[in-house]
């Protein structure tokens, strides 16, 4: 689901690893890690995980972007329960993303 998200950002790949996504990154020449934060919770956890994947390569850096304050309370758990529940995500998510949810469980 994370691929259709992205498909339209140039340059942005979603990849699965294992181990320390410092080393994935070093490994493949990533230089940029792009990460999503919801509130002053998730900034701080993000935050010290930049840290320590800035100590482990420091040719990667960490790029955190803020959600709209519309959805800083939402969280994947949630709408996952939500949609299991019957309740309309469609706004909470990217259309492509809907799609492929309602594919799977409609």
Known sequence: MLVCAIKDIHNAKAEICSGYVADYCKEHG??????????????????????????????????????????????????????????????LVPKCVYKKLCDINC
Do not use: C, W
């Open 30 to 91: 990533i230089g940029v890690l792009a990460k999503g934060v919801r509130n002053a919770i998730d900034y701080e956890y993000e935050a010290e995980m930049a840290r320590f994947n800035k100590k482990r390569n420091p040719d990667a850096d960490t790029v955190l972007f803020f959600a709209d304050d519309g959805f800083s309370t939402v969280s994947s758990s949630a709408v996952r329960q939500m949609h299991k529940d019957g309740k309309d995500v469609s706004a």
